[in-house]
């Protein structure tokens, strides 16, 4: 039997700014809440959680990625909220709850006590529940990182695709410029380290066996194929660590030397978030 409690439109228009939900859904929640309003909020929850639980093995290889740096550019985060298609992910609403989301992650060291942090009266991992329910997606955090040094500075692709964070050693005159320029580099070449020894041995031991393989197929004697590999490795070293991948803006000097051009400063780490990764 439906409620006999009558329901205004400004009490449907306040549940739907508390919740995002549509207005006809914040209709019928407030109405089997006989216009109790928190009790409207929970149905609207778990309405969310059914639609959760049913999109539980969809791919949410699209959304949003954001890089935030704080006020004095010595921390950064980094964060992905993935959802299934592109037209959601370009949606106004979306864009600006992961930029909220990010601006929440400056006080979190990891993903796990982030999701568990408070968002506006719930939990972030709750929010993300409730708006499953509401734009009918699966809605999750997926990259979540976090960077501090001297200088951090960032940089989105566009289309909020990747984001990424890069942190010097100094902060002279300059610093923002060089910064935003090798945390584009970071995005467009995706480099799998910092330098050497920030890559996997795993990473080194697979390079080496694909190069002696190569060679191997090339007819050169296995005598001589310790030394050609690990001339293949150092390519692969220069292809693919960060400070000496060729400067995309002028390949006539690595990302390193490219940082030193504004004096002895070093890149001390970088951050990747991309959509799907």
């Given amino acids: 039997m439906e409620s006999m409690v009558k329901i205004t439109a400004a009490e449907v228009n306040k549940l739907r700014q508390t919740t995002g939900a549509g207005m006809m859904d914040c209709k019928k929640a407030l109405v089997e ?3 109790d309003f928190e009790k409207a909020i929970e149905i609207l929850r778990k309405k969310g959680q059914k639609v959760a639980a049913n999109r539980a093995d969809r791919e949410s290889t699209e959304g949003a990625a954001i890089a935030k740096v704080n006020d004095a550019k010595t921390s950064g985060v980094a964060v992905v909220l993935g959802c299934e298609t592109d037209l959601v992910g370009k949606n106004e609403s979306f864009v600006k709850l992961a930029n ?3 601006d929440l992650a400056f006080k979190y060291a990891d993903k796990e006590s982030f999701l568990a942090a408070d968002f506006g009266g719930m939990t972030v991992a709750d929010k993300l529940i409730e708006q499953t329910g509401v734009i009918g997606e699966k809605i999750e955090i997926g990259g979540f990182e976090k960077l501090s040094a001297a200088f951090v500075g960032s940089y989105i692709h566009a289309g909020n695709k990747i984001a990424t964070l890069v942190g010097l050693s100094a902060a002279p005159a300059g610093a ?10 970071a995005a467009a070449m995706n480099p799998v380290a910092l330098n050497e020894s920030g890559v996997d041995q795993s990473i080194i031991d697979k390079e080496i066996e694909i190069a002696k393989d190569q060679l191997r197929q090339e007819g050169k004697p296995e005598a001589m194929l310790d030394n050609i590999a690990k001339g293949k490795l150092n390519r692969f070293f220069k292809d693919n660590t960060l400070v000496n991948q060729d400067f995309i803006k002028d390949n006539k000097q690595s990302v390193g030397q490219y940082v030193k051009t504004i004096g002895n ?3 001390v780490n970088f951050k ?3 959509l799907g990764a």
């Fill in 33 to 35: 809440a006989e216009g």
């Fill in 100 to 102: 909220d989301f990010a």
């Fill in 176 to 185: 923002d410029v060089i910064a935003r320029d090798v945390a584009m580099q």
């Fill in 265 to 267: 400063v070093e890149i």
């Fill in 272 to 274: 990747r978030v991309a």
